[in-house]
């Protein structure tokens, strides 16, 4: 039995919800999201909280019960608080610039890297090459962040590379440590 289901999804003040259906709508301070959900999941509003049920004992409804649930938490913290993700540029000449919803990343490719960033997400800069991430849709900022990530990953000599903020790299000792 999903642990994570059974607890009820607490609605923050200023946040609305329309359920029609599978289909949920939910309305903050900083946006709105909205998903379409198995139909194997009920979900019931009771005053200031959000109840799931499952129509099912299996172990796949149970699974999705509890997915559910999270996805729905998620969907309420976004569009009150929102989300974040910071990712760090190490090297030696790497910069980065943001100008609108272009990225330009210079990592040591003979030409910069151009990535355009989705509808809904936000880029800072700072002057110590972090890019900070910021959007409603946790999936999206962690997807995009990914997508980033992937253009130069930290490699395990001299950790040059895009790293997660809170990412450790295993650092392998070159050829001069082994003798």
Same mark, same amino acid.
Do not use: C
């Given at each position: ?30 946006? =709105? ?111 995009? =962040? ?34």
């Amino acid at each position: 039995m999903s642990r994570i289901g059974k607890e009820p999804v607490q609605l923050i003040s200023g946040v609305k919800i329309e359920l029609n259906g599978t289909h949920i709508k939910v309305t903050g301070s900083k946006g =709105a999201l909205e998903r379409d959900f198995r139909p194997e999941i009920e979900i019931k509003q009771e005053g200031d909280t959000l109840v799931f049920k499952p129509k099912g004992n299996s172990k796949r409804v149970l699974a999705f019960w509890g997915m559910t649930r999270t996805l729905v938490n998620n969907m309420v913290q976004g569009v009150s608080n929102g989300f974040d993700k910071k990712l760090i540029v190490e090297g030696v000449g790497y910069r980065v610039k943001v100008s609108g919803t272009k990225l330009t990343l210079n990592v040591g490719f003979s030409n910069p890297v151009d990535f355009v960033l989705p509808e809904g997400i936000k880029a800072e800069v700072d002057k110590d090459n972090v890019i900070t991430l910021a959007g409603v849709d946790k999936e999206l900022v962690g997807q995009t =962040a990914a997508r980033i990530r992937d253009i130069r990953k930290p490699e395990p000599y001299k950790g040059k590379g895009i790293r997660y903020i809170d990412e450790h790299i295993v650092r392998k000792v070159g050829k001069a440590g082994a003798a």
